[in-house]
């Protein structure tokens, strides 16, 4: 279990700041150049430099959050569902399995 206790502390962290769920709420569930965000639309639309969300949406990528692809001469970003589901889920899980502590 500490195996994935490390991956669902990272990925908590990484969804556990203020501007990453910002962006998360800003980002189509699927690869989509027309209707989905890149870089400098999510720089605009949460006015913070583009470096700044560059840098947030590394972490949620890195945490297995958000997938990105080249399309249409840009890079587009998706929030993958089936991967937030089973942040939720592992954490439910690891909720239901832990013991209660008793006072002595």
């Known amino acids: 279990m500490p195996d994935i206790e490390d991956e669902l502390a990272k990925q908590l962290w990484a969804i556990g700041d203020i501007t ?27 006015n ?23 399309m249409c001469r840009d890079c587009f970003y998706w929030v993958d569902r089936d991967a937030a589901r089973a942040v939720i889920e592992r954490m439910e899980k690891l909720l239901l399995e832990s013991e209660p502590v008793t006072k002595a």
């Open 20 to 46: 990453r769920l910002r962006i998360l709420r800003l980002l189509p569930d699927k690869a989509d150049c027309e209707h989905g965000n890149n870089v400098s639309k999510i720089a605009e639309e949460l």
């Open 48 to 70: 913070l430099s583009q470096p700044t969300i560059s840098h947030h949406l590394r972490v949620l990528r890195q945490a297995g959050i958000v997938q990105h692809e080249k």
